[in-house]
Structure formats: structure tokens, C-alpha cells
């Protein structure tokens, strides 16, 4: 697929939650119809999508049959087995590619492709077993924090060693998998940049975001972030570099620390990002749309920032304050659908706009 | 249904147009599941709805086990068969209500109506035969223009009389329909106001907009429009005067014609309107989510207008224009995934965003 994509062509969606969802309501927008593949039944995306493959991921006549269905395949997650993409992969395009999945399925390979790239992350080190991590803490100092190296997100998967009588529980907390020990860094506050590039290779990023989590879950995202001049273009010139070096195709989200050495890279997610929901209300061209537009072979659209905005997400209980929500002024609210309001769980967001 | 639906709740919406689509997917952002009642197949609304009742307005049976599908009934045009209106109303709630469809399909009850409420009109008379015309042309004066009372939109039904020489052929065209003669009106534009009322009785209007016709067919809307201040007020008085008179739950529009002699009501639609598009780039809630939140008997939501926006209809071939638009800043592009561009088919439009 060389030329972009127009009207009726379809958009495979591997994963069927609110980024799936999201994803789905914007390549409408721009007439094209969506096929999620998803195991799950009743799931945010399959209720704006065209399409629904409901199967397994490691189900091969599906996957197969999906490839066929659609023109380009994405996905709202990282962590798709490999297996799978490696049918889809001969089959039809998958945007983003299979670059920038590998090194972001696993801490390690990514934290030493950022350091390969020059850029600064926390002190880490690989540890598979005790005297590993006895060297480890050795090394970086304590307190650390001891990771999955796969599979961890919204603070899963993850051990506080704050003194050493603690990293026998963090080890065993891994269960057996392969972790990554990461040095505590001292940031005064977090930021995030959503960038995309396309097919032509043309790059755009989003103003940058400052977040705040909430019981390792992200909380809100305010814009503008609190960033000097100097700190904003370096926040976007090293996404740029990231973007490039992997040939990148779509939307990425870049968390960066703010310390006083200067911008540390803490994670990259090869999707759109929770932290740039704001660009719903902030930009004539959200970062969904961008992402659409980025693997459809499209040009990139106009994310410039025309007002402050805070998002903050919804998170299982919060939706009781949905009806008090509904009546503020200069607010957009973002529900997902979902049957249940489980603890933790992400049930929605909202945009709350100061215009600039 | 007096309690405000929930998160899960579903939406039927009659008509599969790009109307619906963008209802649905409004209905999606508040959590809501969608649908949609259209005969056709693949249509623009099933594209993002999560059901398809694909059925005939006759078929009882399926209008049954949709109204038994969905918590409250909306549609996206006028003209529903009053025998499918019969079955719905029966078991489930039909916003808007009946008054305003009934209203609005007979350009002459529509007409009686608003001079009853002491808005001013186009003058007009009934013709059902060529001595109604004639007395008609008598009393209103040439040019006219001669409409079917029923089922016209978009400059289909109608015949301008410019002398006594087009009466027969003009009442040909009307294929034996009944007709309602309009005196042609000396305006300088037209402006729409889109008003919305929901179930507690709060009514909030939209910035008027300014409307330019090509060929029949809606071409651009401006906001702001041209408009004193007085004339403003007066226009969203008038809307709100006429929601209130039906009782409304929804969107509607309004197209007024500005005169020397103040503003004359052109048309009424009980749905969200072509000249409302505008919203989606300039207010936090566009038309599409206020008139879901209306009919789901939420509070209405903050359609102050932000923005200048001039909205472009994209007709048939202007299809081609899309790879050049998608390259333009402040430009946001919706396109409704009709398979064919067929000339007059109105297949997406373009809001263009000049921040206030």
C-alpha cells in the first residue's frame, strides 16, 4: 500500500477498548469504515466499529480472515502476541511497524535503544535472579524499583525495593518472568509529548502534557505543561529523533521526567496515549484522527494547540459524578461504554477547556 | 422514561443518513450503545452504530422488535411513514414528539403554525388545482414559487412561476400532489438558528449562522452571521418561542430570511441541521451531543461558540478536493463513507476554524 487511503476503505483495529473505540470514531470521520479484532464480546470499540472478529489472538484462520477484511491493520496495545503479527505481517501493512512493538513490548530493549540514541532514562539494569539483582542494587543504588520487563502497565507488574529486606518479596512478585531493576529518579513533574509521523516521513507533535497519576493510574493531564522554552523543544526534538529512527508510522506517546539534569525518558507507548485525550478539545486535529491519518497514508492534519485544557480520567467510582459533570460549562465528557464500574478501571474522561 | 439514561442505554435512531452517523457517534462519547432503523444496507450510519435493524418503515414487526431494542427513539429526517410513528410511540418514547413532526411535514400546517404564533412568513396560499393557482398568484403576487406540501427537501418539489406563462407547467410538476404557493421574499441572506430544548425545559440556541445556497443544496455556513444585535436576539427569541410551543426534546433547526422588514421564518426542521455543522469545530458541545443529551433527558451542554467557523458542504465531485483539503491548517474534514459520488449527493463537508 503505497497510496493513501480513501472513502470505504477499511481500518483493522487489533484490541477493542476506549483507544480502539476512539480510534474507530475518527477514521469515520474520515469515511472510512473499522474492523476490530477483539476476543472480548460486548467491547468499546465493537459498538462504533463496522466490523467485529471476535476470536483469540492465536487463532490463525481469523487473524487470516481479519488480514483479508482490511486495508492497513493497527492496534490501541502493545503487547500483541507475536505469533499473530507475524501472520498479519505477510498478509497487509500493520502501522505502526513491527520496530517499534518489539522495543516497546520490553523495558529493557527499549530503555537501551533510548540510551543508544543519546538520550537520558533512569539507571537500569536486567536481572533474572537474585545475585542479579544483589549487583544490581549495588550498582544503581536504592530505593529502585523492580519491573516485568513485558506485559506491566498502570503499575502492574511492579515491586518497590526500598531497603534491601525488601527485594527478596519484589523478586518473588516478578513471578518467575524476566525484570529490570530502575533507579528512583528525582523529578519535580512529569510531562508527555504525543508525536506522529507518516508515511512521507513528515513529523508533527502536540504540545507537551504534564500528568499526575493517582495509584500508578494516570490522573490528569494538564496543558500547557509547566516547561521552559528550552525544555519544550528539547521534550519535541527528541520525540522527533525516537519517531525517525524507527521508521515510526502513526502516534507515539513519550514520557519524559523533568528533573534538573534535564528531560529523562520514562516510557514510549507505539499508540495513542491516555495523557493526550486533551487534544479532543484542544486541537482542530485530534491525536486520534492523526493516528488514523499517519497509517492511512494520509498527510498529518493541524494539532497546533488553540486553548489550555485539563483532562482527568474517570476511573471506576467517579461515574457517579457523571450527572454533576454533564452541567459544568466549557466541559466534554468522554464515556466509554462499559457495562461495569469496576475499581480501577477506566470508564471515561473529560475535557475541561480554558480557551488560550 | 423520566430518569436520564445511563452509560449502556441505547438509542434508536431512525434514518441510516450522515445524520445519524454523527448522532451515533455522539451517542458513542456519552456512553451510549446506538440503533439504527434504514432499509438501505450499507448506509453511513451503520458504519458506526453498534445494531442495523434493516427493514422497511412498514414492517411492523421489525419496528416492534425495534422499539423493544432501544430505551428511546430519535431519527435524522422528517418524513417518517405516520404508521411507523404509530407502532413506535405505542412502546417507547419518540423525541422529538409528534406535534413537531407533524408540523414540519406539511409546508402548509408548518406555514399556519408559525403565523399563528405571530412569526412572520413568506406569504402564502393552498393550491390543489389550477383555480387555487390562480388565486393564488392573484393574492400573492408574481414571482412565486409553487412547492409540494409534503416530502420536498434540498429544491425537489418545486417550481418557481415567474410569469402567468409557468403556472400550468409548474402545477404539472407537482405530479398531482397537494401544493402550497410562496410569494418569493425580498431578503438580503438567510441565517439558521440551531436551538435545543431538552426534557426539563431548558432551551439553549447556537450562534445564528449564515447560509449560502448553490443550486438548491446548502453550500456554506458562516458563524458569525451577519446580523445586528437586536436581530440576533430576536432570531434565538423566535426559536425558543417555537420550541416551546411543541413541547420539544431535541435539535432543531430553523432558516430565517432577513428582510428590510425584520426576520421571516423560511422553514422549520425537527432534527440536527446541515447548517449546524459548523458546532462541531466551534462549541465545546456540538449539535449532534446536545440533541443526544436532549433526548436522553440530560442537562444540555455548552454550545457557546468559541470559534469562527466557515463550513463547506462537499458535494458529488467536490470528492476530489479531499487529498488538497486534508493538507489545509485550522481544517478539519467529516466525510460520511458513501460509496458513490454521484452529483448532488452530499458526501462530507469541511468546518474551516479562524479561532475567535
Same mark, same amino acid.
Given at each position: 500500500?503505497?497510496?493513501?487511503?480513501?472513502?470505504?476503505?477499511?481500518?483493522?483495529?487489533?484490541?477493542?477498548?476506549?483507544?480502539?473505540?476512539?480510534?474507530?470514531?475518527?477514521?469515520?470521520?474520515?469515511?472510512?469504515?473499522?474492523?476490530?479484532?477483539?476476543?472480548?464480546?460486548?467491547?468499546?470499540?465493537?459498538?462504533?466499529?463496522?466490523?467485529?472478529?471476535?476470536?483469540?489472538?492465536?487463532?490463525?484462520?481469523?487473524?487470516?480472515?481479519?488480514?483479508?477484511?482490511?486495508?492497513?491493520?493497527?492496534?490501541?496495545?502493545?503487547?500483541?502476541?507475536?505469533?499473530?503479527?507475524?501472520?498479519?505481517?505477510?498478509?497487509?501493512?500493520?502501522?505502526?511497524?513491527?520496530?517499534?512493538?518489539?522495543?516497546?513490548?520490553?523495558?529493557?530493549?527499549?530503555?537501551?535503544?533510548?540510551?543508544?540514541?543519546?538520550?537520558?532514562?533512569?539507571?537500569?539494569?536486567?536481572?533474572?535472579?537474585?545475585?542479579?539483582?544483589?549487583?544490581?542494587?549495588?550498582?544503581?543504588?536504592? $530505593? *529502585?524499583? @523492580?519491573? /516485568?520487563?513485558?506485559?506491566?502497565?498502570?503499575?502492574?507488574?511492579? %515491586?518497590? #525495593?526500598?531497603?534491601?529486606? !525488601?527485594?527478596?518479596?519484589?523478586?518473588?512478585?516478578?513471578?518467575?518472568?524476566?525484570?529490570?531493576?530502575?533507579?528512583?529518579?528525582?523529578?519535580?513533574?512529569?510531562?508527555?509529548?504525543?508525536?506522529?509521523?507518516?508515511?512521507?516521513?513528515?513529523?508533527?507533535?502536540?504540545?507537551?502534557?504534564?500528568?499526575?497519576?493517582?495509584?500508578?493510574?494516570?490522573?490528569?493531564?494538564?496543558? $500547557? *505543561?509547566? @516547561?521552559? /522554552?528550552?525544555?519544550?523543544?528539547?521534550?519535541?526534538?527528541?520525540? %522527533?529523533? #525516537?519517531?525517525?529512527?524507527? !521508521?515510526?508510522?502513526?502516534?507515539?506517546?513519550?514520557?519524559?521526567?523533568?528533573?534538573?539534569?534535564?528531560?529523562?525518558?520514562?516510557?514510549?507507548?507505539?499508540?495513542?496515549?491516555?495523557?493526550?485525550?486533551?487534544?479532543?478539545?484542544?486541537?482542530?486535529?485530534?491525536?486520534?484522527?492523526?493516528?488514523?491519518?499517519?497509517?492511512?497514508?494520509?498527510?498529518?492534519?493541524?494539532?497546533?494547540?488553540?486553548?489550555?485544557?485539563?483532562?482527568?480520567?474517570?476511573?471506576?467510582?467517579?461515574?457517579?459524578?457523571?450527572?454533576?459533570?454533564?452541567?459544568?460549562?466549557?466541559?466534554?465528557?468522554?464515556?466509554?461504554?462499559?457495562?461495569?464500574?469496576?475499581?480501577?478501571?477506566?470508564?471515561?474522561?473529560?475535557?475541561?477547556?480554558?480557551?488560550?
Amino acid at each position: 500500500m503505497t497510496d493513501p487511503l480513501t472513502t470505504g476503505a477499511t481500518i483493522g483495529i487489533l484490541g477493542g477498548g476506549q483507544l480502539g473505540r476512539m480510534l474507530s470514531v475518527a477514521a469515520a470521520r474520515l469515511g472510512f469504515k473499522t474492523c476490530v479484532f477483539e476476543p472480548g464480546g460486548d467491547c468499546p470499540t465493537s459498538h462504533v466499529a463496522n466490523y467485529h472478529f471476535q476470536a483469540s489472538y492465536d487463532d490463525a484462520d481469523a487473524l487470516r480472515k481479519f488480514a483479508a477484511a482490511v486495508d492497513v491493520v493497527t492496534y490501541e496495545f502493545e503487547n500483541i502476541p507475536t505469533a499473530a503479527l507475524d501472520i498479519l505481517e505477510g498478509l497487509v501493512p500493520v502501522r505502526p511497524g513491527r520496530k517499534a512493538l518489539k522495543i516497546s513490548q520490553d523495558r529493557l530493549t527499549e530503555k537501551a535503544f533510548l540510551t543508544d540514541l543519546g538520550l537520558k532514562t533512569a539507571p537500569f539494569a536486567a536481572v533474572d535472579d537474585t545475585v542479579d539483582l544483589a549487583e544490581a542494587m549495588a550498582e544503581i543504588g536504592l $530505593p *529502585a524499583i @523492580l519491573k /516485568t520487563r513485558r506485559f506491566g502497565y498502570d503499575g502492574k507488574g511492579q %515491586a518497590r #525495593i526500598m531497603s534491601e529486606g !525488601d527485594a527478596a518479596q519484589a523478586l518473588t512478585d516478578m513471578a518467575g518472568q524476566e525484570a529490570i531493576l530502575e533507579g528512583f529518579v528525582a523529578f519535580t513533574h512529569e510531562v508527555s509529548v504525543i508525536g506522529a509521523r507518516n508515511t512521507a516521513g513528515d513529523v508533527a507533535c502536540y504540545d507537551p502534557g504534564e500528568n499526575v497519576h493517582k495509584d500508578g493510574i494516570l490522573h490528569t493531564t494538564t496543558v $500547557p *505543561a509547566r @516547561l521552559t /522554552t528550552a525544555q519544550r523543544t528539547d521534550a519535541v526534538l527528541l520525540t %522527533a529523533q #525516537i519517531l525517525n529512527k524507527l !521508521d515510526y508510522v502513526g502516534v507515539m506517546g513519550v514520557e519524559l521526567f523533568v528533573t534538573a539534569q534535564g528531560l529523562l525518558v520514562n516510557e514510549i507507548a507505539p499508540r495513542v496515549h491516555n495523557s493526550g485525550h486533551w487534544t479532543q478539545q484542544g486541537c482542530t486535529i485530534d491525536q486520534f484522527e492523526q493516528h488514523i491519518r499517519a497509517v492511512a497514508g494520509w498527510p498529518l492534519g493541524d494539532g497546533s494547540r488553540y486553548a489550555d485544557v485539563v483532562m482527568e480520567n474517570l476511573i471506576g467510582a467517579d461515574m457517579e459524578r457523571v450527572p454533576e459533570i454533564a452541567k459544568e460549562p466549557g466541559t466534554a465528557l468522554h464515556l466509554y461504554g462499559k457495562a461495569e464500574a469496576k475499581p480501577g478501571r477506566k470508564m471515561g474522561h473529560v475535557n475541561r477547556i480554558i480557551r488560550g
